[in-house]
């Protein structure tokens, strides 16, 4: 059956000698994972800068419920980035948003509220000209939301932080004071190694409530580069 969604690309692995299965991240369908022959061939039809991560796509696929992969009738980019590849400290920041969400979408149904929020932050970040060094730190903060599992208060985080060994840094509880409910482009300066241990907070906060989520490995290479 031919559907019609939109889709983020998360990641996509290579399989044998030209194709692909790429994880992608559907409007309709919640997380799906799709082969494409050929596509590492240079006659390929569809190129594979188009299942590089976060890449905004329209999609017409061959879905079928039940099954594990799925095949793409056609597909286009969205949204074709205009500084994310180009400038190192957004495409760290992309590294990492990324890592993130594949960790963090495990759901094989429909969000669009999820979704909308994940395009609408790719999109912010894509557009920012400066000042978007707490981006990451926002959407981490903000996506607990939609995960179910937002504080309150700093003081709630606090305390439930506490219980389990990780303790909230004057310089981090104040950031996090600065930013709660902010958005992306209301964001305040804030040092950086305030906001390396703002993210290390959240980072735990995220290890609390999901019990997969493990180590960021990406976390080290974007603190060099964020200043």
């Known amino acids: 059956m031919l559907s019609k969604t939109q889709g983020i690309v998360i990641n996509y692995v290579k399989y044998k000698e030209s194709s692909i299965i790429a994880k992608i991240y559907t409007k309709e369908f919640g997380i799906q994972s ?112 939609y995960l179910g599992f937002l504080p309150e208060t700093v003081e709630e985080m606090e305390e439930e932080l506490s219980l389990y060994g990780y303790p909230l840094t004057k310089g981090a509880k104040a950031g996090l004071q600065l930013l709660w409910g902010l958005e992306y482009g209301d964001a305040p300066r804030i040092d950086r190694h305030s906001r390396n241990e703002m993210v290390e907070i959240l980072l735990h906060w995220y290890k609390i409530h999901l019990e997969t989520f493990g180590e960021i490995k990406s976390l080290a290479v974007l603190k060099e580069i964020l200043h």
């Not at 149904?109 to 730190?137: M, R, Y």
Request: one cysteine or more; charged letters at 25%.
């Open 34 to 145: 799709y082969i494409e022959n050929g596509v590492r061939s240079a006659r390929a039809k569809n190129k594979i800068a188009l299942f590089q991560p976060l890449t905004l796509l329209d999609l017409v696929i061959y879905h079928k419920k039940g099954k594990d992969i799925h095949r793409i009738a056609e597909i286009k980019c969205n949204h074709p980035f205009e500084t994310i590849p180009y400038e190192i400290a957004k495409s760290s920041v992309a590294i990492f948003i990324t890592e993130i969400l594949t960790k963090t979408l495990r759901e094989e149904t429909p969000n669009e509220q999820l979704f909308d929020f994940v395009e609408e932050s790719i999109l912010w970040l894509d557009g920012a000209n400066k000042h978007f060094e707490c981006f990451h730190i926002q959407f981490l903060l903000a996506m607990t939301a």
